[in-house]
């Protein structure tokens, strides 16, 4: 798994290790797998949900999330994958950098596993109906609300002087080990 680094290095952020990869698994199926380390318990996690479903603005609290592209180039089009740790979950489309947004209405996004322990929470995600040959970007990245209220913000890197998952230069090479 490839490590995520917070935005801003807190007294909270210090405590947790957040990684993250993704695998595609068919010609349109990737797996997207998240591990957070620390003390859990100070994470605010969403309630519940009683039917996963899609939804808007879950990246406003805790959010796992993956930013897919076939070029690094800020006119490329790129696909938004948000997944709510309660399953709730909403795919977007891109045209170019933060231009076009759409609903993805072609992609499915599936909380499959989610697994806890004292000190260290997994999820695998499923996304399904994209391209894996359109995938030769990608961001890796998370929203972590704590119970104090702060958040932070974690991806593979922050090349912005705020935090901007959209931006490519913090997305990576799917070929990059």
Same mark, same amino acid.
């Given at each position: 798994?490839?490590?995520?680094?917070?935005?801003?290095?807190?007294?909270?952020?210090?405590?947790?290790?957040?990684?993250?990869?993704?695998?595609?698994?068919?010609?349109?199926?990737?797996?997207?797998?998240? @591990?957070? &380390?620390?003390?859990?318990?100070? =994470?605010?996690?969403?309630?519940?949900?009683?039917? !996963?479903?899609?939804?808007?603005? %879950?990246?406003?609290?805790?959010?796992?999330?993956?930013?897919?592209?076939?070029?690094?180039?800020?006119?490329?089009?790129?696909?938004?994958?948000?997944?709510?740790?309660?399953?709730?979950?909403?795919?977007?489309?891109?045209?170019?950098?933060?231009?076009?947004?759409?609903?993805?209405?072609?992609?499915?996004?599936?909380?499959?596993?989610?697994?806890? @322990?004292? &000190?260290?929470?997994?999820?695998? =995600?499923?996304?399904?109906?994209?391209?894996?040959? !359109?995938?030769?970007?990608?961001? %890796?990245?998370?929203?972590?609300?704590?119970?104090?209220?702060?958040?932070?913000?974690?991806?593979?890197?922050?090349?912005?002087?705020?935090?901007?998952?959209?931006?490519?230069?913090?997305?990576?090479?799917?070929?990059?080990?």
């Amino acid at each position: 798994m490839k490590k995520l680094i917070p935005f801003t290095n807190t007294a909270q952020t210090n405590l947790f290790k957040v990684a993250a990869e993704i695998e595609a698994i068919s010609h349109d199926t990737h797996l997207l797998n998240f @591990e957070i &380390q620390g003390p859990v318990e100070r =994470i605010l996690w969403p309630a519940p949900a009683v039917i !996963e479903s899609r939804q808007d603005e %879950l990246w406003k609290t805790t959010c796992l999330e993956a930013f897919l592209s076939s070029g690094n180039a800020a006119t490329d089009s790129y696909l938004e994958i948000n997944c709510s740790p309660n399953g709730n979950w909403n795919a977007y489309k891109f045209s170019s950098y933060r231009q076009g947004m759409v609903p993805a209405a072609d992609v499915s996004v599936r909380l499959q596993e989610r697994t806890g @322990e004292t &000190q260290r929470v997994r999820f695998q =995600i499923e996304i399904k109906g994209f391209n894996a040959s !359109e995938a030769v970007f990608h961001g %890796l990245t998370a929203v972590i609300e704590f119970t104090n209220g702060e958040k932070s913000y974690w991806s593979l890197k922050h090349a912005d002087a705020n935090p901007n998952f959209h931006d490519k230069e913090g997305w990576e090479s799917a070929t990059t080990r």
